[in-house]
């Protein structure tokens, strides 16, 4: 639940969360189990085409949303059912409270469903005098405690055995063992006589098929047949966005959920109910039955060219599973009721801008969640468009403002790009500074900031340009600011691993920063121009290849100009062109150059390797980096998570800063734990924050862009 | 049938993956001698419902209570298999059902039934829940006991697409598919198995 009034108070919640030692235990086993049943999960399926299925039935269901609405109710109320649709929250509560009012009911149980969780149902039943008892047993330890869930599948992954021992005992009225078995019987116990007292049971739906008007729900727990069943009334609330066309389209959801849920190829019950079925105690031993379906914004969603893909969520949890902040801070804060990437989004939509503002800032847009999605959501990207909208209609804050005013200038940024390295003198050592000039905060001391060095890449260009004649193939760099600014030298090492191999390089002096900060920061029109100055910059036309050394530019110049040029008649074209020839130096000096043994000297040493985000995920390069530091003669030795976030994030790291530290220290751990001497990553940003962090440790770690490596390597 | 084969194998080691007990018989009249044994040997000493042994509220406490007896449901049976299984049940004492279900919601031994169909890709079975005894039993059982002809596995859902599209459009209709037993990982993400339902599945596999 958000209650935070702004960042402040949000990150003072943050800290707090970070404090609380079991959370960070539990959220960090779950991270690693979940990621290896998973995999095990779709061992041997074709799992890209499974999510593009589900994308594609779920796609397809919300542009005829209304029609299979009118099919659905046709066929639920020919078999007896009454079907509402609620426009608002609010109108859901109300139709609900009036089926029990009329039924003459008392006592409510309920199985678990996030949609009642959205509309704050059990508050309100409650608040007209009814018991509502839920079912599943997270959701009803939650309730117990008067909290939120925490994980959309897990409500109560936050809580200790010890916690819930001491929770039962008070509802027991007696001393219960911490054992979990026990503690789950007592559960059993308990909840049992709550079904046989109960007038009416409440239950979500996972999908709504048109074609039958049957209703399925998926569950482990097998309460929520108890809830249809023994309750002589059952009302089911089901989001507009759960109505599927046919039973195919369902089976294919049914497929792929559990198993990105949790990794179970299927959940232990799959309950399909049409129509009003044989109840013993409801007047004429047939069940009243309501389903009411919850629009609450779901129709306008449909009809959103950007944020309709929302609808195809199916709940299972998996962008809250693999998502490095929510694994620091868990669910109470990363989410309000929905949770994860996903919840980030919804957050916004169902519950409002106040809710939503501090929360989708603190993603770090490392892409986990999108690689994960059972439906192919571009989750990061439709968080950064809601942290825009968020800004657009409240107003931009000053340094938001400020760097994109200067960043649409390109000389005005070179030149206090300049500037700032001499402001910075006094303090510079060891090529590492203590505070950048934009960064006068103690909290930035987890890990060493690097000076600005003494001459940008661009001014060296110039005297170091090779001379290439009968070259094969043209190529521009892109340097990215990092590379120009503060680490030339990885840049230099590049020229030096291409020179001579039959790519004629260019380095066209009126490319700027690739803009990802800015847009990182919601300042989208700002994003957009840059964007514009860089492809007319480097005029695809011209070149064969578009080559960076950084990660995160190449994953932008790619797939992020697409998205913000894409709609743009003037742009679209020479955008895709643009991202068709832009490559990252890895896959360049595997692909394109074939650098083999051969051209490299041997021993070069021992080294671990960080994926960034930007490489693995983004660009969906993971074998060459690998296949270079074996190719090149250096001895590469895997560490834990390696294709997890390093914490850098840009500005993130500015912004939440003790997120990014915790991050940082658990990469570093599990680099160190190899025992090589280096650490190898294609990403200056990721150099900054590694190297900035083995110094603050006194490490002897060294950390190294690949292209050094190849650079120091080749013969 | 040289079909089947390999189904029913897979069926088996997807249905152990989710710690079902799995077994083969010939007969239905052996499935039914299976199901007395069962019950008879489950708990031997004690006809307590599962967690009424722990301390509990005197709500909790009371419909323990409800239980005297060993109990064995079998809602939906062909009324002669039925009488045949009442009648070995009586020699060991377990008092059989197949209604009445509603007065037995503090727990009964063991559900016996017949599945629809199978799915041999995750070791689920299918079944056509339209009768409420038969929902409830499956529910209230401590041990559910399921006949699986071998003939109605698929390997896939979609290979069970029309069958399914059959069910699902009688008017009205309760299908359920059960794969392993009751199950929740809630409490610090540790598998516990029978926290609403039956704490264990048994499956045997009717060569038919
Ligand atoms: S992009 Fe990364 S940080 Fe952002 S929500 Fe997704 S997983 Fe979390
Ligand atoms: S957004 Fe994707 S990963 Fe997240 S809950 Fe929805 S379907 Fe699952």
């Known amino acids: ?715 | 049938m040289s079909e089947s084969q390999p189904l029913s194998r897979l069926f088996e080691e997807k249905a152990k993956a989710v710690s079902a007990v799995v077994s083969t018989v010939t007969s239905l009249e052996q499935a039914l001698a299976h199901a007395v044994d069962l019950c008879d040997k489950k708990d031997a000493c004690q006809i307590l419902v599962s967690g009424c042994e722990l301390p509990l509220s005197a709500t909790g406490e009371a419909l323990c209570e409800t239980k005297q007896q060993k109990i064995l449901a079998a809602p939906g049976l062909e009324p002669k298999l039925f009488a045949k299984l009442k009648e070995l049940a009586a020699e060991r004492g377990i008092l059989c059902i197949d209604t009445g279900m509603r007065q037995r919601l503090g727990g009964v031994d063991i559900a016996f039934t017949v599945a629809d169909f199978g799915i041999a890709e995750t070791g689920t079975l299918v079944f056509d829940s339209n009768s409420e005894e038969q929902r409830l039993a499956t529910m209230i059982a401590e041990f559910h006991l399921a006949v699986l002809p071998v003939s109605k596995i698929r390997e896939k859902s979609f290979d069970l697409e029309e069958e399914l599209l059959a069910l699902l459009q009688k008017s009205p209709s309760y299908t359920a598919f059960v794969t392993g037993a009751s199950r929740t990982a809630d409490i610090e993400r540790v598998l516990a198995l029978g926290v609403h339902g039956p704490l264990e599945l048994h499956i045997l596999l009717l060569e038919d």
Request: proline fraction near 4%; glycine fraction near 8%; charge should be positive.
């Open chain 1, 1 to 715: 639940m958000q209650t935070a009034k702004d960042l402040k108070e949000y990150r003072a919640e943050l800290r707090e969360a970070l404090d609380n030692e079991f959370l960070r235990q539990a959220m960090d086993k779950f991270a690693v189990a979940y990621r290896g049943s998973r995999a095990k999960a779709f061992a041997g399926m074709d799992l890209k085409g499974l999510i593009a299925d589900v994308a594609q039935a779920k796609d397809g269901a919300a542009q005829r949303m209304d029609e299979l609405l009118s099919e659905f109710t046709a066929k639920a109320e020919a078999a007896g059912v009454k079907v509402h649709v609620a426009r608002t929250a609010l109108e859901a509560n109300e139709i609900i409270a009036a089926i029990a009012k009329e039924n003459g009911v008392k006592k409510i149980v309920k199985s678990k469903s996030m949609t009642a969780e959205e509309i704050h149902l059990n508050d309100h039943l409650e608040g007209q005098g009814y018991e509502v008892t839920e079912t599943d047993l997270g959701e009803w330890i939650i309730q117990l405690r008067h909290e939120g869930p925490t994980h959309m599948v897990m409500p109560a992954i936050h809580l200790s055995r010890y916690q819930v021992a001491d929770l039962f005992s008070e509802v027991t009225q007696q001393k219960q063992e911490v054992d979990i078995e026990k503690l789950v019987k007592v559960a059993r116990r308990e909840l049992r006589p709550k079904y046989v007292e109960a007038d009416m049971g409440i239950s979500g739906a996972n999908v709504a098929v048109a074609e039958t008007g049957s209703l399925g729900m998926i569950t482990n727990e097998g309460n929520g047949r108890l809830v249809t069943t023994l309750p002589r009334v059952h009302v089911a609330l089901v989001g507009l966005d759960k109505l599927t066309a046919t039973l195919r389209d369902a089976l294919r959801i049914i497929r792929v959920l559990p198993r990105n849920a949790t990794g179970q190829a299927i959940s232990s019950y799959v309950t399909w109910i049409k129509g009003c079925v044989e109840c013993a105690p409801a007047p004429g031993g047939k069940k009243v039955h309501h389903i009411v379906f919850l629009d609450n914004g779901r129709r306008a969603l449909a009809r959103d060219p950007l944020f309709s893909q929302v609808l195809r969520c199916v709940r299972c949890g998996a962008c809250a599973n693999v998502c490095p902040v929510y694994r620091l801070v868990g669910g109470h804060k990363y989410g309000h009721i929905y949770i994860g990437a996903i919840g980030l989004i919804l957050t916004y939509f169902f519950h409002g801008r106040d809710k939503a503002k501090n929360l989708v800032q603190n993603c770090i847009n490392c892409g986990s969640c999108k690689d994960v999605c059972a439906a192919g959501i571009d989750l990061p990207l439709l968080i950064k468009e809601i942290h825009a909208r968020i800004q657009d209609e409240e107003g931009h804050p000053v340094p938001s403002t400020l760097l994109a005013k200067v960043l649409k200038n390109r000389k005005l940024f070179h030149t206090l790009l300049r500037s700032a390295k001499l402001a910075q003198k006094p303090l510079a050592s060891g090529g590492f500074i203590r505070h950048l000039p934009m960064i006068f905060s103690k909290e930035q001391n987890f890990r060493a900031l690097p000076a600005i060095a003494p001459k940008a890449f661009r001014d060296l260009w110039p005297r170091i340009r090779p001379e290439v004649k009968g070259a094969r193939l043209k190529v521009a760099l892109f340097s990215g600011c990092v590379q120009d600014f503060v680490y030339p030298e990885q840049s230099v090492a590049a020229v030096n691993v291409v020179a001579g191999r039959g790519a004629a390089l260019d380095f066209p002096m009126e490319q700027s920063c690739c803009g990802l900060p800015v847009m990182m920061m919601g300042e989208m029109a700002a994003a957009r121009d840059v964007a514009q100055q860089n492809i007319s910059a480097l005029d695809p036309a011209k070149y064969d290849y578009i080559l960076t050394l950084c990660a995160s530019c190449a994953s932008h110049l790619k797939h992020g100009y697409q998205k913000l040029l894409g709609n743009d008649p003037s742009w679209a074209v020479r955008a895709k062109q643009f991202a068709d020839k832009v490559i990252d130096f890895s896959s360049f000096a595997r692909d394109v150059l074939k650098l083999a043994p051969e051209d490299f000297r041997p021993g070069g040493g021992t080294a671990t390797y960080h994926a960034p985000c930007h490489l693995c995920r983004g660009l969906g390069v993971i074998e060459a980096p690998r296949d270079l530091l074996r190719i090149a003669g250096v001895e590469y030795k895997p560490a834990e998570e390696e294709d997890v976030c390093c914490g850098f994030g840009g500005t993130f790291s500015i912004k939440f800063p003790e997120l990014s530290a915790e991050l940082l220290a658990k990469k570093l751990a599990n680099a160190e734990a190899t025992g090589a001497g280096t650490l190898v990553t294609d990403c200056p940003g990721c150099v900054m924050q590694l190297r900035g962090g083995l110094e603050r440790k006194g490490s002897p770690m060294r950390v190294r862009h690949m292209a050094e490596i190849l650079a120091q390597q080749i013969k």
